[in-house]
């Protein structure tokens, strides 16, 4: 990959145009101005990069230490429409540009990739798969770009814990060095990360369940218990004589349902001997009171002409006598019988009576009711007791379950962690013999360096052997840019997919002599070094071919 170019754009005019060199980049101050070359901006670009790498815009015109703004740059920001652009040919082989205005308000703050606006998840998303080859959630971009863009102090005095962000965990370093060094399926990191993290929080859950349960000795209560329930349940469903109540409830159930049956039959019986008596008795009190004209309906409606039949109005009476006596006899036919059935039927009800009375005679003489009711009280807290502790147990067994497969899952990516690991193994010996190399060449001394991987965890811890340097200044500088140095010169040697670019921040405080040996070596990479520096520091002028961008008090960086 590589940087092409850099604008800065104000108001619709590009008042930067800063194109890239393939390996050394300078940035300074004017020499032929009169004033002095500093507070001119040779920072601002390394911060206006780290921006546009989804950073912070405080930085940029926020003093660091006293935090109190720059007012011009801050009036610019509030008044004016400023947009950084980054031209670059990403791992991919393809160009891409990235635009975002520069505002003092987060909602103006815009994303562009080659011209068109997007949302922040996928400017971060194309700046990861274009740029750094990564396509997974870890590690992220504001995680690795202070690596690449050591735009302030604390980054350039710190090889390898450059981040002095918030919420930095060990996590956060194993992953993003493992990725550094080639671990190229990226996914597996992150799935490691989440596992690890799942397994732990499984892991403390276990133990406080464990304690809990040990602590008040949960499982012994819950035998404890059950064996209490089954002695009153037994209580509650036997005699004194060892009879089983639930049979004296049965055979009482037995007797109600015949009862039931029964009770139906009579009043069945009953309503049939009602309805023919409540006949007979209509039939009775009708007896000899029709008239001829009410006989001749009757008979007409049936179709018979009652002429026929009859002369006079005794013999149509006689007729009419003669019917109704033989509608009496044809309804009161079932009567005796039905009465009969209906008798019997009463008799088994009343039967039955004295049986249930027994039954529940003898249930009740074995135990009181307000003791079976004080019984089945004492079996209900008893079992709300028993389901408490044994959810407890439940939630545990579960937790267990989720802690053993998460563990399984850990285990089956152990062998394709395996194979990624020899990558970075290999990545890893790249990396010392340059970083010797160099130490070697500027301090005299080989350093050592260690990413003390540990192959069954997956995990490293990286360091570097400096006693020989100091821990401020410029030999911890150099130590810094050495090592950065090393990491481009490893990429190229490994053909590795990562970014081959750094940029140094303000490295005045290194010797000349050193300097000059480290543009010696940086000509050489395969890969771009951007740095700022004070013009009076170029320990030579055959070095001002390499100068991006120079800069001065009537030439700032964002002109104001």
Not at 24 to 42: C, E, F, P, R, W
Not at 225 to 248: A, N, P
Not at 316 to 332: M, P, R
Not at 461 to 471: A, L, Q
């Amino acid at each position: 990959m590589k940087l092409n170019r850099f604008f800065l754009e104000i108001d619709g005019k590009t008042v930067r145009d800063i194109p890239f060199n393939d390996e050394l980049n300078i940035i300074t101050n004017d020499k032929n101005s009169l004033y002095a070359g500093n507070s001119v901006g040779k920072s601002t670009l390394g911060r206006v990069l780290d921006y546009l790498f989804d950073g912070s815009i405080n930085p940029i015109y926020i003093d660091d230490e006293f935090q109190t703004p720059n007012a011009e740059i801050k009036d610019l920001f509030t008044n004016s429409i400023v947009y950084a652009t980054l031209e670059y040919l990403g791992v991919d082989n393809k160009d891409s540009v990235l635009k975002r205005r520069l505002s003092t308000n987060t909602e103006l703050q815009s994303y562009s990739i080659n011209s068109k606006e997007v949302s922040k998840k996928i400017y971060t998303s194309h700046i990861m798969q274009s740029i750094f080859n990564v396509f997974s959630e870890k590690p992220t971009l504001r995680k690795l770009a202070p690596k690449f863009l050591r735009t302030n102090q604390h980054r350039m005095l710190h090889t390898v814990k450059f981040d002095n962000g918030r919420g930095i965990s060990k996590s956060d370093i194993n992953t993003v060095f493992l990725y550094l060094f080639n671990f190229n399926d990226t996914e597996i990191l992150t799935n490691i990360h989440k596992l690890k993290l799942a397994i732990k929080r499984y892991k403390d859950q276990l133990s406080s369940f464990s304690s809990v349960i040990s602590e008040q000795k949960t499982v012994a209560s819950i035998t404890k218990i059950k064996k209490e329930i089954r002695i009153l349940e037994k209580s509650l469903l036997s005699t004194d004589k060892d009879v089983d109540k639930l049979k004296l409830v049965s055979d009482i159930n037995d007797i109600d349902d015949k009862q039931n049956t029964l009770s139906e039959s009579i009043l069945s019986l009953e309503l049939k001997i009602k309805n023919i008596l409540k006949t007979n008795e209509i039939l009775h009190s009708e007896d000899q009171c029709y008239l001829i004209d009410e006989l001749r309906a009757v008979y007409e409606y049936a179709n018979v002409k009652i002429e026929s039949v009859m002369t006079d109005f005794s013999s149509s009476l006689d007729f009419h006598n003669q019917l109704l006596s033989t509608k009496k006899e044809f309804v009161s036919t079932d009567l005796a019988a039905l009465q009969q059935k209906q008798r019997e039927c009463t008799i088994k009800f009343e039967k039955l009576k004295p049986k249930k009375e027994a039954l529940f005679a003898e249930l009740k003489s074995k135990k009181q009711i307000e003791d079976i009711s004080e019984t089945v009280k004492n079996i209900g807290e008893l079992s709300k007791e028993l389901i408490k502790l044994s959810a407890i147990i439940e939630q545990k067994d579960t937790i267990e379950t989720k802690f053993n497969d998460k563990t399984d899952l850990l285990t089956d990516l152990s062998s394709e962690l395996k194979s990624e690991l020899s990558n970075v193994e290999i990545f890893e010996k790249s990396l010392i013999k340059n970083f010797k190399k160099y130490t070697k060449k500027f301090y005299g001394v080989e350093y050592n360096f260690s990413l003390n991987l540990n192959k069954v965890k997956g995990d490293c811890s990286p360091t570097v052997d400096d006693v020989e340097s100091n821990n401020e200044g410029g030999l911890k500088r150099l130590e810094v840019i050495t090592f950065d140095m090393s990491y481009i010169k490893s990429v190229g040697d490994t053909k590795s997919a990562r970014p081959n670019f750094v940029l140094h921040d303000s490295i005045d405080d290194i010797d000349a002599q050193y300097i000059k040996k480290m543009f010696d070596e940086s000509i050489k990479l395969s890969g771009q070094h951007i740095l700022s520096m004070l013009s009076d520091n170029i320990p030579d002028d055959k070095y001002r071919k390499h100068i991006i961008l120079k800069l001065s008090q009537g030439d700032k960086f964002f002109t104001v």
